[in-house]
């Protein structure tokens, strides 16, 4: 049967007994070409053949075919041709089958001439195979000339504000040396620092090599992204070769969540007192800086443990954070205020949600935020309101230094300690003189102030103990008014103004040892004796015993000697005289002469050395002098010490002695409270620049001293109102 078969088949190809192939009686299939040769010109012309296929087997079966080409790679898919059928229908036994196949495109991308197909043909149900070899001719179009082109990295990756070299290999399949222009596109022209075009020449049959610079931005500009890169490689009038590959930008940098502004709030944001229960929203402004070269989206996310009680919005929700930018959120939060209760303190975390997190999160990630939430009625108010209660009592007490029911509310021109240096008067411009104890300054549960003594109708220049008892005060005033107080029975007893005196105030006071008469000088320059004594003994009720006046005003008066009978007068242009007020005798004291703003401000005594006299003017000057040989005028007075305590010159306002005449303190306007430790008239060695025991912010205008319990005390008036104590040990001098 099957050699019968293979009979008629060669009978129809026309062949005869004598030459019937001796193999074929042993083919499955056979197969046969319409042409043996073909020319292909791609682009413009295509090829054409069929092949016919018989089934030469005693089985049904499918018949399929393929084309080879040298030079090809096998695996590649047969874009340059098309078959039809893909495969035959089954055939039974002496069928045939014709495929046709165009050839549309080169076998071998980029050559030209002569190439050698092989036409397969083979069934699996036969699981044989026949091959023909057909000749092809590819001819180029008319001027064009064949590249390849390949990128040598199809892949690169940089960061921003680096360098990158972009490799380019073209292969001339030409038989001649071409010029052929390589451009690279895809990426922006400026960040090519040559140029996107190269002209090169490439030999016949040659591979060459080159390469494009790219220079990255920097991060605003470098978005991290896959760029194309495409390179083509044209020949004038050829079509050009396109190779194509790609450039990751990397992501690099950070994204910085700034500290919110403000970080904590408070509800009501002003007046909590109102008694809204739902007030405005408290905001937060977020800042967030781009110091990548991402462009994420940015969300704010809110985590807390009361966000039951918590609404909250975030303007803009969700938008794009541009490379090299800040964006600023709106985050408002609305909380509604309890009735009662302390203030609650909400803590809610802002947590940064980045729609591309190649760079991390934001650093930090999330940010701590306060929410203060005033109650509408706290349960503190009664404890505010007690020490609201607590405050008025300590503004009103003597604990508050400017207290106005204790203490005075004016300059206090004049201080004076009593004879046991327990109790201390003081007199002040706001027309009152007080009483305080010396250890209630000392001890701060101890009201200092004892209360008024006296109530005048002008300013108090001066205050004075009556030196025996201390229970009379006597005080000068301003308008020339002399009045004495009974401490015990807290009212005036005296009222002394001499008719032509009236208005001429008062700028001193001294009592007589025996305390029964009471000396006062003027700005007038009049200096008058007045008589305390009982009114059963005085002629007439007439007090005004003595005047004498001087030529200048007489700022300070010092009684000299023990039953100082002598005076000593010092004021105006630094003008210092003795005068005995029994013979009326006046001996001026050599004192450096001064104009009319020189003033001796005050004279100070002791009472074991009583013809020693301490004087300071408003020059800063302090001088002591010993009065015993020169207080009958027969010879000049005896400077022991002399400086200045004040090296910027400014006013000394009042000095005042120990009882040995060992301490002498100063104050004036520089506001230093001054000790000067004194060896036998003159500044100790030791502590010739003094002792400073306070410095104030304020003018002090009087001072007194005095020894107690080892200690030295001394007490001063200010301006700003306040009487001030000050102690210290007691320095070593070898003073007795």
Known sequence: ??????????????????????????????????????????????????????NQSDRLASFQLEIL???????????????????????PPGDTTIFQITLTDTPIPGFFGWVSLTVRVFSLELKAEERQVLRLKVSPPEGAVPL??????????????????????????????????????????????????????????????TEFLVTLPSLAEAIARPLPLIVQAEVPGSAPAIAEGRLDILPVGRLAFRPPEPNR?????????????????????????????????????????????LEWTVTPPETPLLPGTDQVKTLSVRSRRPWFGPTRTHRLEA???????????????????????????????????????????????WLNPGSPLFGHRAAVNSVQFDGLGETLISGSNDQTARLWQRSGFVR????????????????????????????RLAIGLENGEIQVWDLLQDEQTLSLVAPEQRDDRVLDLLFSPDAQTLFSSHGSGTVIRWSLAPASILQ???????????????????????????????????????????????????????GQDDYITSLATSETQPYWLAVADNQGQITLLDLRDCISGAENCR?????????????????????????????????????????????????????????????????????????????????????RLHRTRLPATDCR
């Open 1 to 54: 049967m099957t050699n019968k078969i293979l009979q008629d088949v060669w009978d129809k190809l026309g062949g005869d007994d004598q030459n019937l192939p001796p193999t074929l009686a042993d083919k499955a299939l056979a197969a046969r070409l319409s042409d043996n040769s073909l020319e292909l010109v791609p682009g413009e012309s295509s090829a054409y053949f069929e092949v016919t296929v018989t």
């Open 69 to 91: 080409a040298a030079g090809n790679d096998p695996l590649a898919s047969a874009h340059w041709y098309t078959l039809a059928p893909k495969v035959s229908s089954i055939k």
């Open 148 to 209: 390849k082109l390949e990128l040598l990295t199809p892949i690169l990756r940089s960061r921003p504000g680096r360098a990158v070299r972009i490799p380019v290999r073209v292969y001339n399949l030409a038989q001649l040396t071409v010029g052929a222009l390589i451009r690279c596109d895809g990426l922006p022209a400026a960040w090519f620092p040559q140029d996107v075009e190269q002209a090169i020449d490439i030999l016949p049959q040659q591979w060459t090599t």
């Open 265 to 309: 709030a408070l509800l009501p944001r002003q007046w909590p007192w109102q008694r809204k229960q739902e007030p405005a929203p408290a905001t937060y402004q977020l800042t967030f800086e781009n110091a990548s070269n991402l462009d994420p989206r940015v969300a704010i996310a809110l985590e807390s443990e009361t966000a039951e009680e």
């Open 351 to 397: 947590q940064a949600r980045l729609s591309d997190e190649r760079v991390g999160k934001t650093v930090p990630e999330c940010r701590t935020l306060e929410l203060e939430v005033a109650p509408v009625m706290p349960h503190w108010l009664a404890i505010l309101g007690g020490l609201g209660l607590l405050w008025l009592l300590w503004l009103l007490s």
């Open 444 to 471: 701060p549960l101890k009201n200092p102030g004892l209360g008024r003594v006296a109530q005048a109708e002008k300013a108090i220049r001066v205050t004075r103990y009556r030196p025996r008892d201390n229970d």
């Open 540 to 594: 007439n009720d007439n007090r005004l015993l003595q005047t004498e006046t001087f030529p200048f005003a007489a700022y300070a008066l010092a009684g000299i000697g023990p039953d100082q009978a002598v005076l000593a007068i010092a004021g105006r242009y630094n003008s210092l005289e003795m005068w005995n007020w029994r013979t009326g005798r006046r001996n001026p004291v050599i004192y450096p002469e001064g």
């Open 639 to 723: 400077v022991m010490d002399s400086w200045v305590a004040n090296p910027d010159g400014e006013a000394i306002r009042a000095i005042a002695l120990t009882r040995r005449g060992c301490y002498l303190a100063s104050v004036g306007d520089a506001g230093d409270v001054k000790l000067w430790p004194l060896s036998r008239g003159r500044r100790h060695s030791r502590y010739a620049a003094g002792e400073t025991l306070a410095s104030l912010p304020t003018k002090l205008n009087s001072v007194d001293i005095r020894v107690r319990q080892n200690r030295l005390w001394v007490v001063s008036g200010a301006d700003d109102t306040r009487v």
